[in-house]
């Protein structure tokens, strides 16, 4: 009983938080801005919770946890450097709406909330890098269709580091597959997930 409690108020966190990030942006930054993966996982880990679809959650975390680890260094190399590392999280110490820089904490306690709803839910995943390809695919296709180069969504069009990378599409493939693939294995590794 405990445990389905934790899995459904975990759900409706995650839920409530993609649904919140999807309506500020729209408003803040403009409808497309929806397609960032980090609110589209907010929301697949939050009807994953409710189902108990162990798969839809695992999808996100392929997807996210690297990405996420990685904007977390850069979050706390502010706190400990004086500036961040990657320019990824510079965003967040510059003035912007109080509701913007909370719905961004997200980025902090996505993966550990996500790896503690598999362990509750305690079903195997099956076939989660398969969600996690077939939804890359589809949003990088909707970033370069709806946005620009400037607005970069999902780094569609370059990294943060403005490296000149030839062939950058199949470069953003072959990375973001490598991520998913290392990120499946480790989690079924540490985990049993």
Not at 48 to 70: H, R, W
């Amino acid at each position: 009983m405990e445990k389905d409690t934790t899995i459904k108020i975990l759900g409706l966190l995650f839920l409530l938080f993609g649904i919140a990030a999807i309506v500020n942006t729209s408003i803040q930054n403009g409808p497309e801005n929806i397609l960032w993966f980090c609110y589209f996982g907010l929301c697949l880990i939050g009807i994953g919770a409710l189902t108990k679809n162990s798969s839809l959650v695992k999808s996100q975390l392929n997807i996210l946890t690297i990405p996420l680890i990685i904007w977390t260094v850069d979050f706390f190399s502010y706190f400990f450097l004086g500036h961040t590392l990657f320019n990824i999280t510079s965003y967040f110490f510059e003035p912007f709406s109080l509701i913007s820089k909370t719905i961004a904490l997200q980025h902090l306690f996505t993966i550990p909330l996500g790896i503690l709803l598999l362990k509750k839910i305690n079903k195997k995943a099956k076939l989660s890098w398969m969600i996690s390809l077939i939804q890359i695919i589809i949003l990088f296709l909707l970033s370069r269709i709806f946005t620009n180069y400037e607005q970069n969504l999902n780094w569609a069009y370059h990294t943060s580091l403005d490296l000149s990378i030839p062939f950058y599409p199949l470069f953003w493939f072959a990375s973001m597959i490598l991520v998913i693939i290392l990120t499946d294995k480790t989690l079924k590794k540490l985990f049993q997930v």
